[in-house]
């Protein structure tokens, strides 16, 4: 298999790298030696990221590199997938604050790009992209996680608008959004049917953001409660009845949003390198496994890019890099300490890998569910039995 890129990928890596190495390091955060996006951080250290990602993102998009994807219309790029995957993978080369993007940049600039009105493009996508506004996406519930078609949160049409009850969870970064990007049911109709997509403004009467602190002490996802709040025709994102199709697109685009590179096998590297740890077979065994886990990853990660470059949909690689990244971490976290003995105990990046890999095996869709979709498109196992609840 040829690996390799192709000229016209050579070319335009080679001018994202070149625009990156001028301007990227002046918006690098300092070298913590965190490995994991769930890292502690002080409610200052958050406001902070927030603010630095929100000046990379306006610099980028000064300069023409933001929203690559995205019509110029709109404000994006313009350019293709391929050309954002292959600038996501040099971007990651630099500590830049990008986690607190992940959410906007990943689901809902590619949501409202497809979905929106001209007038939803103007108004939302370019406070987005040009680093003015974050946003967030408000899709699960205390009762409707993996299976999202059980969702309750209700949408009541009024004479003038909607009027929105219930409550969401796990919303990331919704303490600095804006505004969310709302999936409700609208209709009393079973399951993915009768469901719309809004975009609501979390700053309005009726909306109240509440924190949910992690077990690292990190507060990056929230609680968000309506209370009768109100949004106009005009919020609603797709038709009224289209939200299953509009929720579908989203997930689709998020696996173009995974970072592979984001497994540890290098710090993992330096650390054998450099510690004097026990002799223990198992460690190297252990490293062996997180090396290839990130060679695979790096593979997957072309094929990716291959299927966007043909036109195709992204297929089951999107599952197993989710389930491949979170294994290699837990794993290369797990190498790590026993390398550290006793020293792993005390609070440090590897034990926030522990930690966070944790949380990566939910976010996102859970492992199991990772597992049921390799088994069942990949495989062609029999499908789960799927519970029909009204
Ligand atoms: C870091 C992080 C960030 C997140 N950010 C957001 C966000 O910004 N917006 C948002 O809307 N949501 C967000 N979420 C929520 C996330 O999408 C849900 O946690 C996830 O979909 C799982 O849902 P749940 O927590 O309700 O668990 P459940 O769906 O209740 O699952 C509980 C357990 O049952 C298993 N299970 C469920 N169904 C099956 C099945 N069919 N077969 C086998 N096993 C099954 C699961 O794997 C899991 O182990 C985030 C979650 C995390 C961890």
Redesign the pocket.
Same mark, same amino acid.
């Given at each position: 298999m040829d690996l390799s890129d192709s000229p016209d990928d050579v070319a335009y890596r080679d001018s994202a790298a070149a625009w990156l190495a001028d301007n990227a390091p002046a918006f690098e955060e300092p070298d913590t030696g965190r490995l994991s996006?769930?890292g502690f951080r002080s409610s200052v250290e958050s406001v902070t990221h927030v603010e630095q990602s929100l000046a990379w993102q306006a610099h980028k998009h000064a300069e023409g590199w933001a929203g690559i994807g995205v019509s110029k219309e709109y404000g994006g790029s313009g350019g293709s997938i391929p050309h954002k995957l292959l600038f996501t993978e040099e971007e990651g080369r630099y500590r830049l604050p990008l986690d607190a993007q992940s959410?906007t940049m990943g689901?809902v600039v590619p949501t409202l790009a497809q979905w929106g009105t001209s007038e939803q493009r103007e108004r939302h996508l370019l406070p987005l992209l040009s680093g003015r506004q974050l946003s967030?996406?408000?899709?699960?519930?205390?009762?409707?996680?993996?299976?999202?078609a059980a969702i309750r949160t209700t949408a009541r049409k009024t004479a003038d608008g909607w009027l929105i009850n219930g409550q969401?969870?796990?919303?990331?970064?919704?303490q600095y959004a804006s505004f969310g990007y709302l999936?409700a049911r609208s209709e009393d109709a079973p399951r993915h049917h009768g469901l719309t997509a809004f975009l609501i403004d979390l700053k309005q009467p009726g909306v109240t953001v509440r924190p949910l602190k992690?077990a690292t002490g990190a507060h990056?996802?929230n609680e968000v409660f309506f209370d009768d709040a109100v949004v106009s025709d005009d919020a609603v994102l797709g038709r009224p009845g289209q939200g299953w199709e509009v929720a579908m697109s989203t997930l689709m685009a998020e696996r173009y949003s995974l970072e592979p590179d984001m497994v540890g096998a290098k710090p993992l590297l330096d650390l054998l390198r450099t510690s004097d740890y026990p002799a223990d077979p198992a460690i190297h065994r252990q490293f062996a496994d997180v090396y290839t886990i990130q060679h695979i990853l790096g593979i997957l990660k072309l094929r990716l890019r291959t299927a966007a470059a043909e036109g195709r949909a992204p297929g089951p690689e999107g599952s197993i890099t989710k389930l491949l990244s979170t294994d290699g971490q837990y794993l290369a976290a797990d190498t790590a300490l026993r390398a550290l003995g006793p020293d792993g105990v005390l609070a440090n990046p590897w034990t926030e890998l522990l930690t966070g890999a944790l949380?990566? +095996?939910?976010?996102?869709?859970?492992?199991?569910?990772m597992?049921?979709a390799i088994a069942e498109r990949v495989l062609g196992l029999p499908r789960?039995p +799927?519970v029909q609840q009204q």
């Open positions: 996006v769930f959410v689901m967030c996406q408000l899709f699960s519930e205390p009762d409707a996680g993996s299976d999202l969401k969870i796990w919303t990331s970064y919704a999936l992690q990056t996802f949380g990566m +095996r939910i976010g996102g869709g859970t492992d199991e569910i597992k049921n789960e +799927r």
